[in-house]
């Protein structure tokens, strides 16, 4: 009996000296695996195929991280999180990444104790509705039942949007995308409310998509990308460089198709720097010199992965827009690799 | 034989506290509590100093800032400018709300349900049998998401109201509305200032008190549900006395005198004509908009969850109540028969007051579960203490550990009170030992 309080003690001591680590490289390392928190299913942005494989938008950035770190970009281990779960599983080191459409607050980045590691989409949040309401504008909706999913940057977004514009709502706080769905079709809410690349998405999946409109307002900036725990400087710079040398491959034309062909080196130094065939970039970051190389041939360049999950050619239909290159008007736009 | 026959005033030896059999258990109790006092503080201070490691100070200090997210169900006043503290009033409120009524319901179901499962008739026993063994076996949060899903997918949403000939139609005189969103149904009202501040008769209510200014614990008192109350009270205070009156008549002469309609007329008549001073009067639903507007909104994920919590819970109080009744000699009943009392009569005025004895201290605990339970209403999206304090709060500002502490804190401080109000009412029934 006492033995086991002892013991009980202990554990959870050990538990708690557990969640002040550092050096998450060599973890994973050790492991063989990298951890990602993702969303429990979002088509496009992370779900498991029919073959029980996670794929999506977010889903690829783990993807890129585990082939930069361990070569191999199946050795990922996917831990599905609701929007409450997320941050503790971050915090406590339940996740060596959260990879899952979260937007970056300085509550988040400065309280939070995080490390956002860049943007991989440009979000903002917005409503659908059945055609058949006849709304045309999400100031019209006063009075309105409105789904939507709790712990999220959203439901603040929607209790200031109302409030400041004077209507009134019912809020109906769901735990999850699939709850939300399924009370938004069998018309217990009017609206169902969160960022609108999660609107496409899950309107894709309805029986009839062109019964349902997504609302032109979009009533806030949601920039959604990968984070970190605070405290490990080097394990944020190695996810964020990762996530960077996708955009900057998109933005120098390496695809997954060319690779082979240009790590044999070319004219351009920058291009050889990515690969790995100049400089020591691999080797600054505690990594071999075909780190960025392997993480571009896991899923492809930035446009590859937007193209082959979430673009116009799949049922999501997302445009790029803010999210094209910066050359192209939009906003992604990954620092200098030098 | 020396050795045992020590004076008492005897030299007191430090070696005695560990050989001296008067002192030895003492002794040990004493280092078993120092060794538990220095885990626990080694377990904070563990815990306080990993905090602080990870840049985290503990602090409670979260509480004042402003919540910025919406309630759907209100017992008070809230905005999403009202601090988070106000907020988890709010869920604690609502809590409070859905155990008081399925503890209430979980009895009365509980209750009849043990009885009729000794019923002599065979279905209706059998049918009760059924009923106990598939509520007490499957988990209650498949209760309560199932519950969810039959109000959402059968009933009609609040648009199938709409038109000149809609698919659905209110119930009850056209005061009530089945919608997929919850149940409208007709709220109190009483008389009410026109906007100039006069009145629009002399009959009307008598407005609120408004307590504590401004602070996140303040809330609204209505002088007309007081002005009620005090009515019932009295009223049935006089009823008893009227009642006491033809006890004490009955003693004397054996005639009991007819009295009740006296005894339901001082109750109701002051009653009726407070109300009607106030200027009482229901306020139906109707459609506008997107929703029923006015009436009382019972919303879905209450529903659910009080439905699921009080049938669950209910299987088990009718275990309790059938073992209580079990309890009780056979003798009883038959002496009981013998006197020609009628089955009902036996059962009320005989076998279940002797059978309370039995019941009530495992039906403490049935409440504590459904209290605790009630916790799972995230699950239907019911904003409890869980879904503000422990959900929203604690996602939007991070506090994990406080957040959970409070709210371990709060359950455990209402699970106390109930099982201290219910040892009451228990040692109001036991056996009087004379």
């Known amino acids: ?338 | 034989m020396a050795t045992m026959t020590d004076p008492e005033g005897g030299t007191f030896r430090p070696s005695m506290l560990l050989y001296d059999s008067r002192y030895r258990s003492a002794t040990i109790q004493i280092v078993a509590l120092i060794g538990f006092l220095l885990l626990i503080g080694w377990l904070v201070n563990n815990t306080v100093q990993n905090l602080a490691d990870l840049g985290k100070s503990v602090g409670f200090g979260f509480l004042g800032e402003r919540a910025g997210y919406d309630i759907n169900q209100r017992l008070l006043e809230y905005s999403s400018n009202d601090s988070h503290l106000r907020a988890s009033l709010l869920g604690l409120l609502n809590t409070l709300l859905v155990a008081v009524a399925g503890c209430a319901l979980a009895t009365i179901v509980g209750v009849v349900v043990g009885v009729l499962r000794l019923s002599s008739n065979w279905l209706v026993a059998r049918i009760m049998t059924v009923y106990v063994e598939m509520f007490r076996n499957v988990p209650v949060l498949l209760w309560i998401v199932l519950s969810m899903a039959i109000l959402i997918e059968t009933l009609p949403p609040p648009s199938a109201y709409r038109g000149d000939e809609p698919a659905a139609n209110m119930i009850v005189g056209e005061s009530i509305a089945l919608t997929n969103r919850g149940i409208y149904v007709p709220e109190p009202l009483f008389g009410r200032m026109d906007e100039d501040g006069g009145f629009v008769s002399w009959r009307h209510g008598l407005g609120d008190v408004s307590l504590f200014g401004d602070a996140s614990l303040r809330f609204d008192v209505s002088l007309d549900l007081i002005a009620i109350l005090a009515t019932l009270v009295a009223g049935l205070l006089v009823s008893g006395l009227i009642r006491k009156r033809a006890d004490r008549i009955q003693n004397a002469t054996g005639l009991r005198p007819r009295t009740w309609y006296w005894r339901w007329g001082v109750v109701l008549i002051p009653l009726v004509l407070l109300l009607w001073v106030l200027g009482f009067y229901l306020g139906k639903p109707a459609l506008q908009g997107f929703n029923f507007q006015g009436g009382t909104h019972l919303r879905n994920s209450f529903i659910a969850l009080w439905l699921a919590l009080s049938f669950y819970t209910a299987a088990f109080i009718a275990e309790i109540v059938r073992g209580g009744i079990l309890a009780i000699s056979h003798g009883q009943t038959e002496a009981a028969a013998a006197l020609g009392l009628r089955q009902r009569r036996i059962m009320s005025l005989v076998v279940l007051p002797q059978a309370l004895r039995v019941i009530i201290p495992p039906l403490i605990s049935q409440y504590l579960n459904l209290t605790k339970n009630s916790s799972l209403a995230i699950a239907v999206g019911y904003m409890d203490l869980t879904g503000t304090l422990m959900g929203i709060t604690l996602n939007q500002s991070g506090r994990e550990l406080e957040t959970v502490l409070l709210t371990m804190l709060i359950y455990l401080l209402i699970s106390l009170s109930i099982s201290g109000a219910m040892n009451i009412y228990n040692n109001s029934v036991k056996l009087k030992e004379r």
């Open chain 1, 1 to 338: 009996m006492k033995n086991s309080v002892i013991l009980g003690a202990l554990t959870v001591a050990g538990f708690m000296a557990g969640a002040a680590q550092a050096a998450t490289l060599d973890d994973v390392k050790a492991r063989g695996s990298l951890k990602c928190g993702s969303n429990s299913g979002l088509t496009g942005f992370a779900a498991p195929n029919a073959n029980g494989e996670w794929e999506g938008f977010d889903v690829a950035v783990c993807r890129a991280v585990a082939a930069a770190v361990l070569g191999d970009p199946q050795a990922v281990e996917f831990v599905p999180t609701t929007p409450k779960t997320r941050f503790t599983a971050l915090a406590s080191g339940e996740v060596d990444i959260l990879s899952r459409n979260t937007t970056w607050t300085l509550t988040r980045d400065v309280d939070l104790k995080f490390t956002f590691v860049g943007v991989n989409y440009y979000d903002g949040q917005g409503f659908i509705v059945p055609k058949a309401l006849g709304v045309s504008s999400a100031k019209e909706l006063d009075g309105a039942t409105v789904c939507i999913q709790t712990g999220t940057t959203t439901e603040l977004n929607l209790a200031d949007f109302f409030r400041v514009n004077n209507i009134s709502y019912e809020p109906v706080p769901i735990e999850t995308n699939a709850e939300a769905q399924q009370q938004y079709l069998a018309g217990a809410c009017d609206t169902y409310t969160t960022d609108a690349s999660g609107l496409a998405a899950t309107r894709a999946s309805f029986e009839a998509p062109g019964d349902h409109v997504i609302l032109p307002e979009i009533i806030s900036k949601e920039p959604l990308g990968p984070l970190v725990r605070h405290g490990d400087d080097e394990w944020a710079d190695i996810v964020r460089w990762t996530l960077n040398a996708l955009i900057a491959a998109e933005e120098f034309g390496i695809t997954s198709t060319n690779i082979a062909e240009l790590s044999n080196g070319t004219d351009n130094p920058e291009i050889n720097r990515i690969l790995g065939t100049e400089g020591t970039m691999g080797e600054m970051l505690g990594l071999d010199a075909e780190w960025a190389k392997r993480a571009i041939m896991a899923e492809g360049n930035y446009g590859e992965i937007f193209e082959k999950n979430i673009g116009e050619s799949t049922p999501i239909g997302l445009a790029r827009g803010l999210n094209a290159q910066y050359k192209d008007g939009g906003l992604q736009y990954a620092p200098p690799f030098r």
